[in-house]
């Protein structure tokens, strides 16, 4: 029975974040952090949603980055409703390999040339660095997985007059 009731337990604490989407209220000032780099699906006034990369959140719209690789596409501020962010987390082993693949190179390229030394110093500390965080990024990659998309209302408030 207490078997039974820790596995019930275990399977509500991972399936209740997944279940409960989150929605906020953000004013078009505050969007940037939100949006900014992701891919979103927006909402406007029409029949149709938006979907795209985020490259700027700008004072008279967003800034959606064109698939065809021609110029970037603006959504004007008016027409926006609701947007929901689809990608926000699950980057964590991405991030680790950017920021240590340099200072790994670094350190074999030290090794052999005249910093030896410095290179058979640096590269075992960063190489255990990297084997101490994967398990950590990957589950953090796993339980972004489970995360709903982030829903967002705009509070646009008045639009601002330009002169």
């Known amino acids: 029975m207490k078997n039974t009731a820790c596995i019930l337990m275990l399977v509500f604490a991972v399936t209740a974040p997944a279940a409960a989407a989150e929605k906020l209220w953000v004013k078009w000032s505050n969007l940037g952090y939100y949006l900014e780099g992701h891919q979103v699906t927006v909402t406007n006034d029409g029949p149709r949603e938006f979907k795209g990369k985020c490259l700027r959140v700008d004072y008279s719209g ?97 639009l601002p007059v330009v002169q």
């Open 62 to 158: 967003l800034i959606f980055e064109d698939p065809k690789g021609g110029r970037p596409q603006l959504l004007q501020r008016a027409k926006v409703q609701h947007i929901k962010v689809t990608d926000l987390g699950g980057r964590q082993m991405a991030r680790l390999i950017n920021r240590t693949g340099p200072a790994l190179n670094y350190g074999r390229k030290m090794t052999f040339s005249p910093g030896t030394p410095v290179g058979l110093v640096v590269t075992p500390i960063v190489g255990a660095y990297i084997v101490a965080s994967t398990p950590f990024c990957l589950l953090g990659d796993l339980v972004s997985l489970l995360k709903p998309a982030l829903e967002i209302e705009v509070d646009s408030g008045p």
